[in-house]
């Protein structure tokens, strides 16, 4: 079963400053990977995914993560932090065939923005 | 247009007690997902529906959870005597197919608290 290592459960940044959240895989086939963000009392929501051969992936909101096979990587970074993106962020993973729709999840890296 | 919906948003109950928990999907989706979210943690996959049927159903911890889609729609996970370690965010989650490329879209959850 794929697994996925979110290094960091809290990261603190200054408004303005870089955003960078790390997600790590575990498995040697690479896995299609997502990130979703989870606001307060909302579901999660879709922000990129690496599902083809794009290794550089943008998303909603200002967000882009890199897809680095031989770091087994997929980091999340947002050039200039504002304080909307104060939430908590989940990288997940699937296996590419049968099993493609079962996610797995890391355990979150809750972002907090300092004014 | 709408999004997934779940209700309700929270359900407190006590241990020993049956209590069932609704998902609405996006109209037209086929694919239907539970997942559980403990405090602190990522959500964990529990079953897939595709249609009516659960394609897999290899989450659920025991045989005191038991979910359907009758009408390959609306969703009913069902909890049979309730123990406080079933205390958890409730997600669900719908997709146009069973292809992670679209992605899943998550509905906001329901808490459940046993007491």
């Known amino acids: 079963a794929q697994s996925v290592t979110q290094l960091g459960s809290h990261v603190s940044v200054s408004e303005g400053a870089l955003v960078l959240l790390r997600c790590n895989y575990s498995?040697?086939?690479?896995?299609?990977i997502f990130w979703y963000v989870q606001y307060p009392n909302q579901g999660l929501q879709l922000l990129l995914k690496?599902?083809?051969?794009?290794?550089l992936v943008k998303g909603i909101n200002g967000f882009e993560a890199e897809f680095k096979k031989s770091e087994t990587s997929f980091h999340l970074t947002k050039p200039s932090a504002h304080m909307s993106d104060a939430a908590e962020y989940f990288c997940?993973?699937?296996?590419?065939?049968?099993?493609?729709?079962?996610?797995?999840f890391g355990a979150g890296t809750t972002v907090t923005v300092r004014a | 247009g709408a999004g997934v919906s779940q209700t309700p948003s929270n359900k407190v109950t006590e241990k020993g007690k049956y209590v069932e928990l609704r998902c609405d999907p996006i109209?037209?989706?086929?694919?239907l997902y539970w997942y559980r979210q403990s405090l602190g943690q990522g959500p964990e996959f529990l079953i897939y529906?595709?249609?009516?049927?659960?394609?897999?159903d290899s989450g659920l911890p025991n045989d005191r959870f038991f979910a359907v889609r009758p009408e390959g729609s609306v969703s009913t996970l069902k909890i049979q005597r309730t123990e406080r370690g079933d205390s958890a965010m409730y997600l669900c989650?719908?997709?146009?197919?069973?292809?992670?490329?679209?992605?899943?879209?998550f509905g906001p959850g329901t808490r459940l608290t046993v007491l």
């Open positions: 529906f595709q249609g009516t049927g659960a394609a897999d």
């Open positions: 498995s040697s086939v690479p896995p299609y």
């Open positions: 989650a719908s997709s146009p197919a069973n292809t992670p490329v679209l992605g899943q879209f």
């Open positions: 109209s037209g989706h086929t694919a």
């Open positions: 997940a993973v699937s296996d590419r065939g049968s099993n493609d729709y079962k996610l797995s």
């Open positions: 690496y599902t083809s051969a794009a290794t």
